[in-house]
């Protein structure tokens, strides 16, 4: 049977919809089904297209209930995947799931890390401080922002002059790239 994985994402779901392709006709791993905590988020249009299933949790439904877990444990996931996902995993999904839940940074951690730093503010810290380089963490989640073991880094260059969306376009270039495969090579461990 193949491994299952559920995609979280807050926002666009370019990630999401980069690992849907990914394994769209992979013998070992599917992507079964997206989960989105915003109603109006674009990644339930990606998901539309890709014929992936896409639930809607409102936060407060996330945060303080067991819906979530309870339908990941029905479905079956073996890795939860974060992508763009803005809210903290709370304690009851983190004792489900041992071990299987990563996520992706758009920053080499452990700079850049912790809350409020998601999306553009990450870029924009990150050339305001005046980096010369910058990349993206994969690491699995704990209970803090940011600060589970890492499991990957690459890294781009940041040039003279980079904007902060310069240096989203390399970041985004570097996930799209290796996500997926970090991802394989994590169910296969
Ligand atoms: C990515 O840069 C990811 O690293 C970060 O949020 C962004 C999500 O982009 N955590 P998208 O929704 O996959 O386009």
Known sequence: MKKRIAVLASGSGS???NIANYFSNHELIE???????KKDAFIHRRAEKLNIPCYYFPTKQFNETDDVSGLLKKERIDLIVLAGFLLKIPENMLRAFPDAIINIH?????KFGGKGMYGDHV?????????????ITVHYVNENY????IIF??????????TPEDVAR???ALEYKHFPCVIEKVLNA
């Open 106 to 110: 758009p920053a080499l951690l452990p």
């Open 31 to 37: 992507v079964s089904l997206f989960i989105s905590n």
């Open 170 to 172: 390399k970041v985004h």
């Open 146 to 149: 940011d600060e589970g073991k």
């Open 153 to 162: 880094q690459a890294t781009c260059e940041i040039l003279p002059g980079d």
């Open 123 to 135: 870029h924009r810290a990150v050339v305001a401080a005046g980096e010369e380089q910058s990349g």
């Open 15 to 17: 990630n999401a919809e």
